[in-house]
């Protein structure tokens, strides 16, 4: 296997700290992640998936309290959002005004999720904050569920693949409006 590649949980951190770009299962497919925090590491990600920077992107979490330094969180969004987590439910919930526009794009709000899968769960708890989330493939492309797969089209790049195994949910997660409750995907 090449050397950005592996099922180790600790070596997909180390990656992360070290401002690198990596694939990993989720849910419904594998996604692309780095830290939110880390311009560098986020505009890398979005000239790899050749997505608009307009667009927004996904945060998981492996709680909620990892996730409230990015939120303006009311009682009745909690009370709205927190029965669905962990589960593969995204909330779009209005985000603090110091959150990068690099993560919300043209928004004033955030899509984030307390993930359910194992790995994702694991590797967000061990790195201690948020991940970038969003699809593994390039936009317009179908979703990718294998780490197989997502190491025969980004294998060239500098991205590390955590191999694992995606869900069992058919399609990529629900998401809804916090403030309405609308679903909006």
């Keep these: 296997m090449p050397k950005n590649y592996s099922s180790d949980i600790n070596t997909a951190v180390q990656q992360l700290k070290a401002g690198k770009v990596i694939a990993y299962p989720t849910e419904a497919v594998y996604g692309l992640g780095c830290d939110p925090l880390n311009e560098a590491a986020v505009m890398h990600l979005l000239h790899i998936k050749q997505r608009p920077i307009e667009k927004g992107l996904i945060l998981i979490a492996a709680s909620l309290q990892q996730l409230e330094p990015y939120l303006l969180l009311t009682e009745e969004i909690v009370a709205r959002i927190t029965p669905t987590w962990p589960g593969a439910v995204t909330w779009v919930i209005p985000a603090r005004a110091d ?8 928004h004033n709000s955030l899509a984030v999720r307390v993930t359910a899968h194992p790995v994702s769960q694991q590797l967000a708890r061990d790195y201690g904050s948020p991940l970038v989330s969003t699809s593994a493939n390039e936009t317009t492309q179908p979703s990718m569920r294998t780490a197989e797969q997502v190491l025969s089209v980004f294998g060239d790049s500098d991205i590390f693949i955590l191999d694992g195994k995606v869900g069992e949910l058919a399609q990529e997660t629900a998401i809804y409006d916090a403030v309405s409750g609308a679903r909006l995907r």
């Design 99 to 106: 959150v990068p526009k690099w993560l919300t794009g043209e």
